[in-house]
């Protein structure tokens, strides 16, 4: 079965400063996709930014890349310029290429520091 | 904006008692899903739907949750009887198919006492 671990429960930042957002999974399959999902306070989560794993360029969306490192099993996410909107619990997701759902990491809860 | 509806927004009951929940994925999404979230924790999948047939459920606990999706639009998910471990969100999303964005609703939050 596939794993998602998030090593780190809680993150803080400076506004403007970047952060970066750990992530590493285990899986056996070689065609899959990676998302990094955000859940603000009781509002729904939203997607940020995926990775489809036979692609060897990191995604990038705005101010969010990510670090997809296939032979390491890690996919980390890094946020620049960070704003007080980025505040939200961020969820590290991993779906295989065939029809099943997402496997959830346990969440980093992202602190922004005025 | 398109957007996968859930209602009810909370919910508290009973121990023992049924409950269910709604959910209506976003137009031409295929593929839907139920998943439970801990206070906590990340999303656990529940139930995954293709249309209307249901193509993994192995997380499902079948004695007492049921999910039925019939005519391959709107989902719903039924618990009988409550249990005060099931207090938890429950999300459904929505994707056009696997691999894709999929897109959560807002979820239910249940509270069993």
Redesign the interface.
């Known amino acids: 079965a596939q794993t998602v671990t998030q090593s780190q429960p809680e993150m803080s930042v400076q506004e403007a400063e970047t952060v970066t957002l750990s992530c590493t999974y285990d899986t056996s399959e070689s065609d899959y996709y990676l998302f990094w999902y955000k859940q603000p306070p009781s509002r729904q989560m939203i997607l940020v930014i995926r990775q489809e794993a036979y692609k060897q360029q990191n995604a990038t969306e705005n101010r969010f890349s990510v670090n997809f490192q296939k032979a390491a099993k890690s996919f980390s996410l890094k946020i620049s310029d960070s704003q007080l909107g980025d505040a939200a619990m961020y969820f590290c997701a991993y779906g295989p290429g065939g029809a099943d759902g997402l496997t959830f990491g346990k969440g980093t809860h992202l602190i922004i520091q005025p | 904006e398109a957007e ?1 509806a859930q209602s009810p927004r909370y919910k508290i009951t009973e121990k023992s008692q049924a409950v269910a929940f709604w959910c209506d994925p976003i137009s031409g999404h295929a ?1 839907l ?1 139920w ?1 439970r979230q801990i206070l ?6 529940l139930v ?1 739907f ?1 249309d209307e047939s249901v ?2 459920d192995s997380q499902l606990p079948k004695d007492r949750f049921s999910a039925e999706r019939l005519k391959g639009v709107d989902s719903t998910l039924k618990i009988q009887p409550a249990e005060l471990g099931d207090s938890a969100m429950y ?1 459904c ?1 929505s994707s056009r198919h ?2 894709a ?7 239910t939050r249940l509270t069993v006492v």
């Not at chain 2, 964005?101 to 979820?107: K, R, V």
């Open positions: 996968v593929t899903y998943y906590g924790q990340g999303p656990e999948l995954q293709q193509v993994d999300l999303a696997s691999g964005e999929a897109f959560f609703g807002q979820g």
